[in-house]
Structure formats: structure tokens, C-alpha cells
T-cell receptor, first 111, second 113 residues
Framework: GENVEQHPSTLSVQEGDSAVIKCTYS??????FPWYKQELGKGPQLIID???NVGEKKDQRIAVTLNKTAKHFSLHITETQPEDSAVYFC??????????WGAGTKLIIKP | NAGVMQNPRHLVRRRGQEARLRCSPM?????VYWYRQLPEEGLKFMVY????????ESGMPKERFSAEFPKEGPSILRIQQVVRGDSAAYFC???????????FGPGTRLTVT
């Protein structure tokens, strides 16, 4: 079946440093790739997304890159802050509306 | 504009009882999706509904689970005769017609004792 692999499962970075989370997907027809941030006890929050006709998208300290040929996409967070600590999920759209999710990355920002 | 609302936030049921989870989409959103999340895992698609229509229920178990999104009122995910394996967080998301973005509610955490 369709799947999305996400790495690493845990990422610990010093405050102020950058964090990179990587995902690969299997369905070459996928054309929409959102990233969600989930804090403990809360629902996932959409933080950035990218469509297959674009290679990179930025929003302040957050950026996402997409390599359609290799079928992978990455989340980049620069100048990390304590409030960036959370679990981050990547997803790929399958069959027009289903989101197939990665297993998540727990991001820890060390003070 | 209020976000996606779900209630209850926590639900405890004994084995064999019924669980009803409610989801009110964001204003103007006509599409509703239900997902299930086990601890330390990603979300798994269950069902996609539009007003009065089930579009895709391929991710939902064929027995004991049902979903509806009536013309008036919230979307309901119903689990009959709950078992311990149904314990999970259930999230609802909504989107406007014709868009990719899905916006999630805070979830209902179901515990079956």
C-alpha cells in the first residue's frame, strides 16, 4: 500500500540551531505535501505545505523542499526556539483527499 | 472564526458500550475527515464525508464503526460494542470544497476499560 517514511524519530537540537526532518513517499501521483505540528494533548496544526509544481516554499523560520524525482521532501526550521518543541508529522495526499502520514518526529529544543 | 470543534474531549466506556464522537467543522467547510491515532504513531485515515454523503469509508472497520454528516448538526463517528483495541485518539478535520488543506480539531481520547 501507499506509505510515507519519516526520519529521524527523535531530533534534539540546541536552541538557535537548525532542525531538518526528512520524508519519503511511495505514490508518484501524490501532489500535495503538508507538515503538521502536534503538541501534547492537542490536534495537529498545519504549519506549511507544498504542492508538486513547486520545489521550495518558505514561511519565516520554516521552509519545505520537495524533490519529485526522488520522491522525498524535507522540513527545515531555522533559529529554533523552545516553543518549537513538539512532534512534527509529514503527510502526502493520496487519491485526492486521503492524507497518508509519517510516523512523526519528536523535536526537542535544548536550552 | 472558530476552529474545528470536537466533543467530548475525553470519553471512557466499558467494553460492549457505545461511543459517540462529535465533530463540528469550521464555518464554511463542507468536507469532514475522521482519523485515528495510536500513541506515538501517525494518524490513520478512517472516513471522508460531505453533507449527507459518505465519500470514502475505506479506512474504517466494516463492523461496529459508522459515520454520518447530516444536513444539520455535527458529524458523528459511532463505535458500537467497544473493545479495548478501540482505545485511541480520534481526530476530525475539515476543509472547504476544492482545497487540499485539512484543519484538525483537538481530538477525542477514547479509553475503553
Amino acid at each position: 500500500g501507499e506509505n510515507v517514511e519519516q526520519h529521524p524519530s527523535t531530533l534534539s537540537v540546541q536552541e538557535g540551531d537548525s532542525a531538518v526532518i526528512k520524508c519519503t513517499y511511495s505514490d508518484s501521483a501524490s501532489n500535495y505535501f503538508p507538515w503538521y505540528k502536534q503538541e501534547l494533548g492537542k490536534g495537529p496544526q498545519l504549519i506549511i505545505d507544498i504542492r508538486s509544481n513547486v520545489g521550495e516554499k518558505k514561511d519565516q523560520r520554516i521552509a519545505v523542499t520537495l524533490n519529485k524525482t526522488a520522491k522525498h521532501f524535507s522540513l527545515h526550521i531555522t533559529e529554533t526556539q523552545p516553543e518549537d518543541s513538539a512532534v512534527y508529522f509529514c503527510a502526502a495526499k493520496y487519491s485526492n483527499y486521503q492524507l497518508i502520514w509519517g510516523a512523526g518526529t519528536k523535536l526537542i529544543i535544548k536550552p | 472564526n472558530a476552529g474545528v470543534m470536537q466533543n467530548p474531549r475525553h470519553l471512557v466506556r466499558r467494553r460492549g458500550q457505545e461511543a459517540r464522537l462529535r465533530c463540528s467543522p469550521m464555518k464554511g467547510h463542507s468536507h469532514v475527515y475522521w482519523y485515528r491515532q495510536l500513541p506515538e504513531e501517525g494518524l490513520k485515515f478512517m472516513v471522508y464525508l460531505q453533507k449527507e454523503n459518505i465519500i470514502d469509508e475505506s479506512g474504517m472497520p466494516k463492523e461496529r464503526f459508522s459515520a454520518e454528516f447530516p444536513k444539520e448538526g455535527p458529524s458523528i463517528l459511532r463505535i458500537q460494542q467497544v473493545v479495548r483495541g478501540d482505545s485511541a485518539a480520534y481526530f476530525c478535520a475539515s476543509s472547504p470544497a476544492g482545497t487540499d488543506e485539512q484543519y484538525f480539531g483537538p481530538g477525542t481520547r477514547l479509553t475503553v476499560t
